[in-house]
Nanobody, 111 residues
Framework: QVRLVESGGGLVQPGGSLRLSCAASGINIGFYVAAWYRQAPGKARELVATITTRNITNYSDSVKGRFTGSRDNAKSTVYLQMNSLKPEDTAVYYC?????WGQGTQVTVSS
């Protein structure tokens, strides 16, 4: 049974940082591209970052230069380092590997 569990979300002030983790079990993540998505209230789910099996990353324009995706295949974990957070980054963040999704972790950026 494949399971993805996100963690690291929370409430942070504008300009702050958070590091999200996605721990995978039941799947060898080394074979798959990993992705981070987010969904704000009333909006469609948005692709934020992709991390290839060789740690090549791509980002949406809205987070480029502020967010950094990475992975540790040996630990079956994918990460999203989020810096210079803005209120518009507030959303539930989801990890996606192959066809599997985590339950999401809430990120709220507010003063």
């Amino acid at each position: 049974q494949v399971r993805l569990v996100e963690s690291g979300g929370g409430l942070v002030q504008p300009g702050g940082s958070l590091r999200l983790s996605c721990a995978a079990s039941g799947i060898n993540i080394g074979f798959y591209v990993a992705a981070w998505y987010r969904q704000a209230p009333g909006k469609a789910r948005e692709l934020v970052a992709t991390i290839t099996t060789r740690n090549i990353t791509n980002y949406s324009d809205s987070v480029k230069g502020r967010f950094t995706g990475s992975r540790d295949n040996a630990k079956s974990t994918v990460y999203l380092q989020m810096n210079s957070l803005k209120p518009e980054d507030t959303a539930v963040y989801y990890c996606n590997i192959a066809r599997f999704w985590g339950q999401g972790t809430q990120v709220t950026v507010s003063s």
